[in-house]
C-alpha cells in the first residue's frame, strides 16, 4: 500500500525560508512521478512542482527561481525547499504521486487528476 507522509512546514515572515519534505512507502520500483500541491484558504488546489525519476522537473510560474524540489530515489523522499517566501505562498502542501511507472507529464504537467496518492498535508504560513 503506497503511503505519502509530509512533515517539515511551519511559519516564517516574508522573505524567509522553510522546507517541506515528503517520506514515501509502499512502492516496488522507483519509476513515479511525484510532486508538490497547494491549497491556500479558500482557493482551489493548485500545482507547485513536480520531479521525475531522471531528475526532471516542472515548476508553477509563481515558484520559478524561489522555489527547488528534489527527491532521493533509493530513500523513497521528496524536498522541496522554498525560500524568498510571499504571503501568497501561504497554503496547506500536499505530497501527490502519480501510480508506479508513470513519468511526469511534460506537455501539460501538474494536472492533479493524473496524480493517485496523496499525503494529508503540511501547513506552510507566510507572514507579512
Known amino acids: 500500500q503506497i503511503q505519502l507522509r509530509e512533515s517539515g512546514g511551519g511559519s516564517t515572515p516574508a522573505g524567509g525560508s522553510l522546507r517541506v519534505t515528503c517520506s514515501a512507502s509502499?512502492?516496488?520500483?522507483?519509476?513515479?512521478?511525484i510532486g508538490w500541491f497547494r491549497q491556500a484558504p479558500g482557493k482551489a488546489r493548485e500545482g507547485v512542482a513536480d520531479?521525475?525519476?531522471?531528475?526532471?522537473?516542472h515548476y508553477t510560474d509563481a515558484v520559478k527561481g524561489r522555489f527547488t524540489i528534489s527527491r532521493d530515489n533509493a530513500k523513497h523522499t521528496l524536498e522541496l525547499q522554498l525560500n524568498s517566501l510571499e504571503p501568497e505562498d501561504t497554503a496547506v502542501y500536499y505530497c501527490?504521486?502519480?501510480?508506479?511507472?508513470?513519468?511526469?507529464?511534460?506537455?501539460?504537467?501538474?494536472?492533479?487528476?493524473?496524480?493517485?496518492?496523496w499525503g494529508k498535508g503540511t501547513q506552510v504560513t507566510v507572514s507579512s
Open positions: 501527490a504521486s502519480k501510480n508506479p511507472g508513470s513519468w511526469c507529464n511534460t506537455v501539460n504537467p501538474l494536472q492533479e487528476r493524473e496524480y493517485k496518492y
Open positions: 520531479i521525475d525519476t531522471d531528475g526532471t522537473t
Open positions: 509502499g512502492y516496488i520500483y522507483e519509476t513515479y512521478c
